[in-house]
């Protein structure tokens, strides 16, 4: 069929033909027909291949991603709807079990409920969302605003649970799982938390568990972020032991994201145990003590400790002020944390092994031993105690002229001019010397810390020459020395390295890391690991130097500043402390006692802040320890 075929007229020849098709077929290509001898117009035949090239090219296109969402994605595709009707929940692992010694039982778990919602079953109409939100917060007793605000932060795609409320009581939990049944994203979860002996005292040991913090998560990468921590004490130092391992259990839900069965669960696997060297019996005592020498002393605070002198096992200790740890298991509020922390009492500061304090003359049994090695004196050697040595335009006193001495009587009556001798020189006494004395109490375990197995331990300070250069902007000088040799100056120990260092003295020479923790087991009782004696050095200070020093402290309480503790049901030895601190003339009251004398099963340290002499104000704590251990 020619152009001429779509109209019913005969062609028109000439121009007329050329403006009649032009005028009615305006998008035709002209040719000119020799047979015809006339203009005509055809269909553009380039115009419709473009069209043909595009349907391909969206055809192919369309046919690629098929084949990539049927066959190399299909799994996951598979996966995804899946997730859509099959929900994965945790349920949370009860922690290890904390026991003492007697196997009384200081940690345990008790069961609680939460109110959760998982936004990523929320509905994804906002108007139908919104009736589910208003709805759950007439239930919970909170505010629309407030359960919006918390998933908002978290974000609707998120399938961890956000807690709209903690510590739910049984009955209060039963009435909200019937009245949130019909709820999309809503679950009542049972949970186990924290529940601590309540001794005071105890609280800086075991610690608290507490929410993931940004820390934590870095830390730990394996956790999630609803997961419950260890924040110190012995939870935070054995988390990996204590922590267990989640359960969890598959339910499908329908597309609105309600609940209709449960398909598979996996029983969660219980932390394991922590059995401690600690008697939660003399824990008591050793608080209710302290506690009451805090208070005749009208001191601000102080700390106990008890080793086994021959193991380095912890068998009590106390700080005070203290805290009482329920109050994270039952969720304190941040405000309430801050109040905690900002206390000028420092409940939450674990006195015992953050502490620092000068040590006053506790030190000197150390400084004797030292002098006995190295010769700087012997058993025998005395000297004349003034009750001061002046050098140049400088005094360094003593609490009284005591006359003849030898390092036996000068630490049973705490004589300083003998101790200012054997640490810098006096008289016929050479002296150690800053660096050799230095070293020695670097041996004692002094200016390191001891390895205990609680967080948070101090190092104190052993000051020297370089040190006051540094720090101070001065140079030594021979009465630095001197206040080093009584336990003054810059001098600072933790009550913990004083129990460690003591009881070097006591077993013959070992310097031992304290431990608190005796063994480890699982659920069923089986020994993970058993924690057995540490020593950090040994030997170096012969036994025969120590039993000196021994034998000086055995004379503090026959006849000297430790008298008190003659009436005890055993024989005992000990060295008093009286550590000034301040401008203001204030005294740290210290005392360190072993008993028995002969064969010794406990080291007993304490310290009064701001207590007064050492004499009176912790002579009385150790010796109600030590009567209340040995009348058992």
């Not at 359960?147 to 932060?153: D, G, L, M, N």
């Not at 030898?406 to 003998?418: D, G, L, M």
């Not at 070097?504 to 070992?510: D, L, R, Y």
């Not at 064969?599 to 704590?621: K, Q, R």
Request: glycine share 10%.
């Amino acid at each position: 069929m020619s152009i001429f075929d779509l109209y019913d007229d005969k062609p028109l020849a000439g121009d007329k033909v050329h403006r009649q098709i032009r005028d009615d077929v305006l998008d035709y290509e002209h040719f000119k027909d020799d047979a015809q001898g006339a203009e005509i117009f055809v269909l553009p035949v380039k115009n419709l291949w473009f069209a043909y090239l595009l349907c391909a090219i969206v055809l192919i296109v369309l046919l690629g991603q098929l084949l990539k969402l049927q066959i190399s994605q299909g799994v996951f595709n598979q996966t995804l709807a899946k997730g859509n009707r099959i929900r994965s929940r945790e349920i949370a692992a009860p922690r290890g079990l904390i026991y003492d010694s007697q196997g009384q039982v200081l940690a345990k778990n008790k069961a609680t409920f939460d109110l959760e919602i998982y936004p990523l079953d929320l509905p994804r109409d906002t108007e139908e969302r919104e009736t589910i939100l208003t709805r759950l917060a007439e239930i919970a007793q909170m505010t629309e605003n407030d359960i919006s605000q918390k998933v908002t932060e978290k974000g609707y795609l998120t399938y961890d649970p956000i807690v709209l409320r903690e510590n739910i009581d049984r009955d209060t939990a039963l009435i909200l799982k019937a009245k949130t049944v019909n709820l999309p994203g809503v679950i009542v979860s049972k949970r186990p938390i924290r529940e601590y002996l309540e001794i005071e005292g105890l609280g800086g040991i075991l610690g608290y568990v507490g929410k993931m913090s940004d820390q934590d998560l870095k830390e730990n990468p394996n956790y999630k972020p609803f997961y419950k921590i260890g924040k110190d004490g012995l939870e935070l130092a054995y988390e990996k032991f204590l922590h267990g391992i989640q359960g969890g259990i598959e339910i499908e839900v329908d597309a609105r994201g309600r609940q209709q069965r449960q398909l598979s669960a996996t029983d969660p696997a219980p932390g394991n145990n922590l059995y401690l060297s600690l008697d939660a019996n003399l824990e008591s005592q050793m608080a209710e003590t302290l506690k009451n020498g805090i208070e005749e002393a009208n001191s601000p605070g102080g700390a106990i400790i008890a080793l086994n002198p021959q193991s380095g096992q912890i068998l009590g200790m106390v700080s005070l002020p203290t805290y009482n740890n329920n109050l994270f298991a039952e969720n304190t509020s941040s405000k309430e944390f801050q109040k905690l922390i900002d206390d000028q009492a420092k409940p939450m500061f674990n006195r015992a092994i953050s502490g620092t304090y000068p040590s006053g003359s506790i030190i000197k049994p150390v400084v004797a031993a030292a002098g006995l090695q190295e010769e700087v004196i012997t058993a025998e050697t005395t000297i004349n105690d003034p009750g001061e040595i002046v050098v140049g335009n400088w005094v360094y006193p003593d609490w009284k002229a005591h006359g003849l001495v030898s390092v036996r009587k000068a630490i049973a009556e705490s004589c300083n001019v003998f101790f200012y001798a054997v640490a810098g020189g006096w008289d016929k006494i050479r002296g150690l010397g800053i660096l050799k004395f230095k070293d020695y109490l670097g041996k004692f375990g002094f200016g390191t810390k001891s390895g205990v197995d609680l967080p948070g331990e101090a190092a104190g300070l052993v000051p020297d020459p370089d040190w006051k250069e540094q720090y101070k902007k001065e140079i030594w000088y021979l009465g630095d020395t001197y206040h080093l040799g009584i336990g003054q100056g810059d001098f600072l120990v933790t009550p913990l390295q004083m129990a460690v260092a003591m009881s070097a003295i006591t077993n013959g020479g070992e310097l031992l890391s304290p431990q608190i923790v005796s063994k480890i087991t699982d659920k069923d009782g089986k020994v993970i690991q058993d924690f057995q004696k540490k020593v950090i050095s040994a030997n170096f200070i012969d036994n025969e130097n120590l039993q000196i020093v021994r034998e000086g402290m055995r004379l503090a309480v026959t006849g000297g500043s430790a008298s008190q503790l003659q009436n005890l049901p055993v024989a005992a030895a000990a060295k008093t402390g009286t550590a000034q601190f301040g401008n203001e003339g204030k005294t740290h009251g210290w005392m360190a006692a072993f008993a028995p004398y002969n064969d010794p099963e406990i080291m007993v340290v304490a310290i009064i802040e701001a207590g007064g002499e050492g004499y009176l104000a912790a002579g009385p704590v150790v010796e109600e320890v030590l009567r209340y251990y040995f009348s058992r």
